[in-house]
């Protein structure tokens, strides 16, 4: 069973940057699309960013241009590097493995504790 755990969350200034971390194990991770999602409070989980294991990105548009997704396969890490945040980014930020059928669609239940992201100044 895929384990996952975030990190690099905090409290960041509007315009400030944060780098996310996701390391996994239980699975081979070379072989498996990443995905990035976030909970904003009181609302449902979405997703933001997607790698697949080629290495192709896919990002929700109200991050596109300000967040890139990256992965470490020798590190089994995927990353997600945040610039120019706004206070609409604050969030708990998820990584977990996904599949493609008509869209994205986490393919784990597994998840892990999340990371906080809150912007505010």
């Known amino acids: 069973q895929v384990q996952l755990v975030e990190s690099g969350g905090g409290l960041v200034q509007p315009g400030g940057s944060l780098r996310l971390s996701c390391a996994a194990s239980g699975i081979i991770f070379s072989h498996n699309h990443m995905g990035w999602y976030r909970q904003p409070p009181g609302k449902q989980r979405e997703l933001v960013a997607v790698?697949?294991?080629?290495?192709?990105?896919n990002y929700a548009d109200s991050v596109k241009g300000r967040f890139t997704i990256s992965r470490d396969n020798a590190k089994n890490t995927v990353y997600l590097q945040m610039n120019s945040l706004k206070p609409e980014d604050t969030a708990v930020y998820y990584c977990n493995t996904v599949i493609r059928r008509s869209n994205w669609f986490p393919s784990s239940d597994s998840w892990g504790q999340g990371t906080q992201v809150t912007v505010s100044s």
């Open positions: 790698i697949t294991n080629g290495e192709s990105t």
